[in-house]
């Protein structure tokens, strides 16, 4: 099966969005490890590749789309809009919702269950750093990408940017998403994959359940740049520098 040796589980997913909860079914990372191929992924988890294979073949190839939207027709511009407005939007309501939940499970719980202090503090630090790292999107990197989007619909100049190439932010928010795919991965594994305690009270299982919701927005925000947006940028960009 060709096909599935020859793209990156990224790919897989930025064609056909539907074959995320496959991977995600089997604990493979889609969006800051998309760049490995399934057999790469496979190995690294010990899941036997041609598991994934059939799996993604029920979900995928076998059925026909059911109005997913096709993110990669879209321009740019819409996209960076996209980004911004739903999913940079969600990251700074459901920090200021989490951080005091957060801070009340642990002064009630952290006794009994000490592992909430860790996950309070690293949670704590993403939120500094998402926020740190939005902002540069939102000044540097995305107006930058809306520029090469306006030279492909009229020809207009792009001035050179005081970061050389695209590909340097790219890599830095690449980098970035990276360490946040890790963070979350170990506040997934302290909360038994948010799995709240027989104990828990309600606002113990809340705080949990807007934690897991909030990793799954992060995936579908991750998998839109590193996946779909940044290399989009890139051709452009690499297409733009060839007539110039």
């Known amino acids: 099966m060709n096909v599935y040796k020859e793209k990156t589980i990224g790919e897989w997913v930025a064609e056909d969005y539907r074959s995320a909860s496959v991977f995600k079914s089997f604990g493979i990372d889609f969006c800051c490890k998309g760049g490995r191929s399934i057999q790469e992924a496979c190995e690294a988890k010990n899941i036997p590749e041609r598991e994934v294979e059939i799996a993604l073949a029920e979900a995928v190839m076998d059925k026909p789309e059911q109005g997913d939207i096709d993110f990669k027709s879209w321009p740019m511009d819409l996209l960076a809009d996209y980004i911004e407005k739903t999913h940079h939007r969600y990251v700074e309501r459901a920090i200021e919702e989490l951080k005091p939940y957060l801070t009340k499970i642990c002064k009630v719980h952290g006794d009994s269950n000490p592992e909430l ?128």
């Open 117 to 244: 202090h860790e996950v309070k503090q690293l949670f704590f630090e993403s939120a500094g750093e998402l926020t740190a790292h939005m902002k540069k999107e939102e000044f540097i990197l995305f107006p930058h990408v809306r520029k090469l989007e306006k030279h492909l619909n009229d020809g207009s100049s792009v001035e050179a940017p005081h970061f050389g190439t695209v590909k340097n932010p790219i890599k830095m928010m690449m980098d970035e998403h990276e360490a946040e795919g890790d963070r979350f991965e170990e506040i997934a594994r302290l909360t038994n994959n948010y799995t709240p305690p027989a104990h828990a009270c309600n606002t113990y299982r809340v705080t949990f359940a807007l934690l897991e919701e909030f990793q799954n927005d992060l995936h579908r925000h991750i998998h839109l740049e590193n996946n779909i947006l940044f290399p989009k940028a890139v051709r452009v960009e690499e297409s733009f520098n060839s007539l110039n």
